[in-house]
């Protein structure tokens, strides 16, 4: 009986190998059986290619090396295929062995386009060739690779090797402390791998609660957990992928108090990660850090010591495949609670420097807080103050080097690649209908004028002419419903666009709030100690972050008033206005109100108002904000300029000049603004109407000024252009109905 259901079995394997050209489902052992049982090279080959491919082990090890040679010996004979990939692929197994990362990398990269030629599958080869990036420690040639790569399989294929690049820039994300854009690309890897291969499919999903664990949103890291543990359990080798899953819970738990249900996380860790030594040392180490987070340092340093052990064997490096290895931290935390502050010093700054090398944000913000902290406790404030600025330095430039509007929400991205398809494809059947109902009216013309005398023919034609109206109007309101279900998905990521904007100035009002009150403590026990100089050195300090406090709260504030401006209900009341007096009186406001502000501005103000004009009919409190906006950017591009050039180098005669002019054009009534600025670079050119960008520095514009102008504009049923040349000037371009 076992005999005829291996049978079965086997047959049906065979044929579901034969019917496709990868085979990420096939198990690896029955691959194995059928190799020995296939007679001919090319049979042989075929079967290898997949288990080269198929393999499951992130390394590369001895047994991929043997399948590669067993390849090329066969085809050596058959002459099946070309094995120039093969051959740069083993080459770089080999200088792998021999710990030559970067000769490696150069060989994989070669072997990975030799197989693009062929359009071949190779996800796992992609995949794998991540961890070279991360031992020569170039995330940024990471993010380059992958980025290329990604770009080149969307437009050539095959559309598989994709997810293996969204899973290789989600980990350049994750590295820099972006879990926004880590999660949005494992996300995408998800829904790649979903379609093709059940493994990686589990550990995109593993991999997604984990961040989320990181991140703090532990309602998502729990709903992922419990999908991706269900999905695991059905894996034939995802015993390590558990453990891993089973690790990112155990902080989670412990950050919540929960110290029995991080126990219970760790017992599972230590029974799945124990046939696989990298895996078992982190699971070691996260063991020991439940008993360091309850105080209980005697029951935590076997726990360390094992964890040393087993990770030095391994020759387990601080950032890997499997996880973070943050074993000198572990060790700082067992000395600083048994109280021998020195080897806590030491290992605290030992695992500082692991974190500088592996350029690793998450770490490098965890352990400046920590060193901070730990000198503060230790009253060497002059070491707390240093590694304090350093923290607030590298989280102000995480927050600076972010987009202005960032949001990673894969799940609205799909939504409105599913309404971009339905509208194509509802522009696809409106042609043919068009079509049709031409060929159709065609015909019908053709038969009323051969057949005049026939009453039936002509009811019949006139019968189809209203089938043909009603099917026009059932398109026009079903596209119009299409329009309306992509501008609410346009609303749900302006939303989202709003809470990141605002978070960033309150994370800084956050950050400076908490280091203020450790200054106050700091300064008062300056002053019971009598050093009034130092007392007023740190009140410096603290006058420093005040002022930082009410830049950032200021900045929050400019972008609830903006985004109130952006939603407030205008009346819609619109009444006949002298356009050229508007535009004059508004051109003075803003003159008078900068000069108000800074005594020493200066400029020439031209304009050119057509007095043919006469009345036209419009809202003139919106049009109005419409040109005060323009100027007052005209204004400030002129002012960046005048400065820059008195303190440039060799300074030249420069005479800022805004002008504004009024002309009557074919029906439309055209505004134009112009400085003598800077101009605006060619490659933020098309962002400049979208919300919340901005090319002023923080602090000094929300971003919606333009977005707010070109929606008065349309609303009038007019167009907002702009022309600009860089070091020579803007000018922007208001086109409005005159509707007389």
Request: net charge neutral.
């Amino acid at each position: 009986m076992r005999k005829i259901l291996f049978l079965i079995c086997f047959i049906a394997l065979s044929a579901n190998v034969k019917a496709q050209e990868y085979c990420y489902s096939c198990d690896p052992d029955s691959l194995q059986a059928q190799l020995k049982l296939k007679k001919s090279p090319a049979e042989k080959i075929k079967i290898l290619e997949w288990l080269i491919e198929s393999s499951r082990v992130e390394e590369y090890n001895s047994l991929q090396l043997q399948f590669i040679n067993q390849l090329i010996e066969y085809n050596q004979q058959s002459k099946t295929i070309d094995p120039a990939p093969y051959l740069k692929l083993r080459d770089g197994m080999l200088l792998y062995k021999k710990n030559d990362w970067k000769g490696a990398l150069t060989k994989f990269k070669e072997s990975i386009e030799l197989f693009d030629k062929s359009k071949k599958v190779i996800a796992t080869q992609l995949t794998r060739i991540r961890i070279l990036f991360n031992k020569l420690n170039d995330q940024e040639g990471r993010l380059k690779y992958y980025t290329e790569k990604l770009a080149y399989y969307k437009i050539n294929g095959p559309i598989e090797n994709t997810a293996s690049c969204y899973h290789g820039l989600a980990g350049y994300y994750t590295f820099k402390n972006d879990f926004n854009s880590a999660i949005s690309n494992y996300l995408k890897a998800a829904s790649v791998y979903k379609k093709f291969d059940s493994f990686y499919y589990a550990n995109e999903i593993a991999v997604i609660s984990t961040i989320y664990a990181d991140w703090g949103n532990y309602k998502k890291a729990k709903e992922y957990f419990t999908m991706a543990l269900t999905l695991l359990k059905r894996q034939k080798d995802g015993t390590s992928n558990e453990a891993y899953l089973y690790d990112a819970m155990i902080p989670m738990s412990i950050k919540n108090g929960n110290y029995k249900e991080a126990e219970l996380y760790a017992k599972r860790s230590l029974k799945n990660s124990a046939p696989d030594p990298p895996a078992y040392a982190i699971s070691l180490l996260n063991y020991a850090s439940i008993y360091l987070s309850q105080k209980k340092p005697a029951l935590a340093y076997p726990y360390l010591l094992k964890a040393k052990h087993v990770g030095d064997s391994a020759q387990l490096e601080f950032v890997s495949t499997y996880g973070d290895f943050e074993e000198d931290f572990g060790f700082y935390q067992y000395y600083k609670q048994t109280k021998s502050y020195q080897l806590a010093e030491q290992n605290l700054l030992r695992a500082y420097t692991e974190a500088q090398k592996s350029k690793s944000n998450t770490h490098l913000l965890k352990y400046l807080k920590e060193l901070s902290d730990y000198y503060g406790e230790t009253n060497r404030l002059d070491l707390s103050r240093k590694y304090i600025i350093e923290y607030l330095k590298l989280d102000d430039n995480i927050q600076t080097q972010e987009s202005n509007f960032k949001v990673a929400q894969y799940e609205t991205e799909q939504k409105e690649q599913e309404q971009n398809s339905k509208l194509a494809t509802l522009q696809q059947e409106r042609a043919i209908q068009e079509a049709t109902i031409n060929q159709r009216n065609a015909t019908l013309w053709i038969s009323l004028a051969g057949f005049l005398a026939v009453c039936g023919l002509s009811i019949f034609i006139y019968s189809q002419l209203q089938k043909n109206k009603r099917t026009l109007v059932s398109l026009k309101e079903t596209q119009s419903q299409l329009i309306q279900s992509e501008k609410m998905a346009s609303l749900g990521e302006l939303t989202a666009g709003i809470a990141h904007e605002i978070q960033n100035p309150l994370n800084f009002v956050n950050n400076f709030s908490e280091v203020s009150t450790e200054l106050v403590d700091e300064m008062n026990d300056e002053i019971d100690k009598g050093n009034l100089e130092d007392a007023k050195q740190i009140a410096q300090d603290l006058k420093q972050n005040l002022e930082k406090i009410n830049l950032h709260g200021k900045r929050a504030g400019d972008i609830v008033k903006g985004m109130l401006q952006h939603s407030r209900s205008s009346s819609g009341l619109k009444e006949l206005t002298d356009i050229n007096a508007l535009a004059d009186e508004y051109l003075r406001l803003a003159y008078h109100g900068l000069r108000a502000k800074d005594k020493s501005f200066n400029a020439t103000l031209k304009t050119d108002f057509d007095e043919t004009i006469g009345n036209i009919n419009i809202n003139p409190q919106d049009i109005g904000r419409v040109i005060m906006n323009l100027i007052t950017n005209a204004f400030y591009a002129v002012n960046e300029k005048t400065l820059s050039v008195v303190a440039g180098p060799t300074a030249f005669k420069y005479e800022p000049t805004i002008s504004i002019s009024t002309k009557k054009v074919e029906g439309k009534v055209e505004i134009k603004v112009a400085d003598n600025g800077n101009g605006i670079p060619e490659k933020v050119l098309d962002k400049i109407f979208q919300p919340f960008f901005t090319t002023k520095p923080t602090g000094q514009g929300t971003g919606l000024g333009l977005s707010l102008a070109y929606d008065i504009v349309k609303a009038h049923g007019g167009e907002l252009t702009v022309e600009t040349i860089e070091n020579e000037g803007t000018t922007f371009k208001i086109q409005i109905p005159t509707n007389d």
